[in-house]
């Protein structure tokens, strides 16, 4: 019976985004029944945030529902506090004016590699899903792991103190962090999150995830890889310690990132800025409108101030320009941080109207995707990195303080 099911909806699943509106009273209630009778329904319920302030509890099953729909949310029921502790202290962030290190990023821009971006990528989109309650989701993220710490070896960097370590949860699949350390434990953090889901039957259905997230995880370790090779950066010259997160279940509401931000809030962690990389291979939907092909800059329930920076940094280390988008309330990692008080920032493939539609279902395949538009990605992240790293906030703050004299 499952069997048959599976074949009746593997059409949806192969384009299970969005649903026209006028397609959601016919197919839904349709496909429902049928999840009910290959999923058994649960009992368990958890507290959502569709937007600052707006909860509801939900089962699991009406969460993907509301994926289904094209409604984002936090999976707030064991992290409802994310936050508490920062809001009476947050301070407006300052980020540099203008890009600086050009002398020093240039050459490491030479040794990105498309090659290796579709090596790592053709093997972590081979899992049959990494969903994160599977047993594929944990054993893609021992790989991911394994190849972080293969990357941190194969640079000599382990001797200077350069680590790879799971952020363990309860749920299986483990995010991971790597961390350059600095000079201070000011931290700048570069995100991307490692799970796939396919959002008619998270638990059966193959998720290949390339392009989400498939696509801004080995964006990141490319860009982690050639970082690497800066003897600056390994031998912890740079001010600021450095951190790279895959995070684990984006797709269930955040869950990873939420915990591993809950976390450093409670530590009292010093995070200067963080950019998430959501989906960076997708072009062809921006090309088919007739535009010119450009990095999407989110500009809705991010940080301003560090927005712009990435701009310029964009300006300066790119060959593409970028173009601002908006992806509502909780749309990607990013949103936990900013909820911790940190300042956050997102940048995604396209603007968010001509993103990938494969995405959430069995066709988000590496066929559609542009490995020389993951390569403009990487190279911001690199350049982004690179220059945050190398900022001394501190000096950057008095300085901006005493220009407001």
Known sequence: MKTSLIALLLPAAASARFIEANEVNRIL?????LLKEVEPETTERYLIELEPGKTQWVTEDEKWQ??????????????????????????????????QLQSEIHPLL????????????EKFSSFHTRYYKSDYGRQSSEWL????????KEAGADKYGVKAEHFKHSWGQNSVIATIPGQSNSTVVIGAHQDSINLWLPSVLPA????????????????????LSSEDVIKGNAPNTIEFHWYSAEEGGLLGSQAIFSDYEKKGCDIKAMLQQDMTGYVQGTLDAGK?????????FVDPSLTAFIKKVIEEY???PWVETKCGYACSDHASASKAGYP?????????????????????????????????HARMTLALVYELGFTDFEKLKSENEMGEL
């Open 110 to 121: 030479t040794n990105l590699s498309k090659d290796l971006l579709k090596e790592h990528l």
């Open 318 to 320: 790119c060959e593409i």
């Open 145 to 152: 792991l394994k190849t972080v710490r293969d990357t941190i």
């Open 208 to 227: 290949p995830g390339a392009d989400d997230d498939g696509s801004g995880t080995v964006t990141i370790l490319e860009a982690f890889r050639v970082l």
């Open 29 to 33: 209630p349709y496909t429902d029944a």
């Open 66 to 99: 509301l994926r289904r729909e094209g409604l984002n949310f936090m999976d707030i029921t064991e992290n409802g506090d994310l936050g508490a502790l920062n809001a009476a202290s947050k301070a407006t962030p300052v980020f540099p004016e203008k890009v």
């Open 292 to 300: 010119p092909e450009s990095v999407g800059v989110i500009t809705d």
């Open 344 to 376: 956050s920032a997102f940048v995604i493939e396209s603007t968010f109207g001509d993103s990938d539609q494969h995405i959430h279902s069995t066709d988000d395949l590496i066929k559609y995707l542009s490995f020389d538009h993951m390569l403009q």
